[in-house]
């Protein structure tokens, strides 16, 4: 069952980026997980309901799919949103990684002269 419209109103006005956003990934980010959070207490109450199990599991996907764009694109924003949801406890080696780790180590080897090629050995 989708939220009432003054829980998903509070939502949105909880996670907005700016004063018209209904739809940025932080907004659906926050609409998913509490849609994740009905149906998690349903499915407890409800152990047979595999089509609601198979709806929470995809569910949970989309917000994992988005929450990866959101830790790509802005790390803060990122540790900001899990942080405030209560999603999970950041790892210290997540929070020093870069978020584009194949690019940042490709922009690495082409600064040093390197096309980054394996067996490459220019220089």
């Known amino acids: 069952m989708p939220p009432d419209k003054d829980?998903?109103?509070?939502?949105i006005q909880q996670y907005r980026v700016h004063e018209t956003d209904t739809g940025s990934p932080d907004v659906q980010v926050?609409?998913?997980t509490e849609r994740i959070r009905q149906l998690t207490v349903h499915l407890n109450?409800?152990?047979?309901?595999?089509?609601s199990r198979r709806g929470l599991q995809t569910m949970v996907g989309r917000r994992r799919r988005l929450l990866?764009?959101?830790?790509?694109?802005?790390?803060g924003r990122y540790q900001d949103l899990i942080a405030r949801?209560?999603?999970?406890?950041?790892?210290?080696?997540?929070?020093?990684?870069?978020?584009?780790?194949?690019?940042c180590a490709r922009q690495g080897a082409t600064e040093s002269?390197?096309?980054g090629l394996p067996?490459?050995?220019s220089g």
């Open 7 to 11: 829980v998903k109103g509070q939502t």
């Open 113 to 115: 002269g390197s096309a």
């Open 30 to 32: 926050a609409m998913l």
């Open 119 to 121: 067996g490459d050995q």
């Open 68 to 75: 990866t764009y959101i830790s790509r694109t802005d790390l």
């Open 85 to 103: 949801l209560g999603l999970r406890a950041l790892s210290a080696r997540r929070a020093q990684a870069c978020p584009r780790t194949r690019l």
């Open 45 to 51: 109450a409800n152990r047979h309901d595999q089509a």
